[in-house]
């Protein structure tokens, strides 16, 4: 079993930064791919990035890249989420997930309870 701790939200102004922090525990935590989906009010929860059980693979929603930046420190089992220049139609609930690698959120079998960024204009 693996739980997920999401942290790192709030409420930031347009083109402020922010880094999610995803705190992961279980044996496996550190084996799984990791992901970040984030889903808007009246929205689908949709894929944001992911990344490979050792960091050295990334992949980023093509509305991301640039901006965002996922990584992970399989020492502290903690998967970030680096935003920069935050526009206001970031604002949604970026939620941690682990599982399988892809975009696809039946990809994913765990999930954090997710964190609120919401950035005003």
């Known amino acids: 079993q693996v739980q997920l701790v999401e942290s790192g939200g709030g409420l930031v102004q347009a083109g402020d930064s922010l880094r999610l922090s995803c705190a992961a525990s279980?044996?496996?935590?550190?084996?799984?791919?990791m992901a970040w989906f984030r889903q808007a009010p009246g929205k689908e929860r949709e894929f944001v990035a992911a990344?490979?059980?050792?960091?050295?693979?990334?992949d980023y929603a093509d509305y991301v890249k640039g901006r965002f930046t996922i990584s992970r420190d399989n020492f502290k089992n903690t998967v970030y989420l680096q935003i920069n220049s935050l526009k206001p139609e970031d604002t949604a609930v970026y939620y941690c997930?682990?599982?399988?690698?892809?975009?696809?959120?039946?990809?994913?079998?765990?999930w954090g309870q997710g964190t609120q960024v919401t950035v005003s204009s």
């Open positions: 997930a682990a599982g399988s690698s892809g975009t696809l959120r039946s990809n994913y079998n765990y």
């Open positions: 279980g044996r496996t935590a550190r084996l799984l791919p």
């Open positions: 990344v490979n059980w050792s960091g050295s693979t990334t």
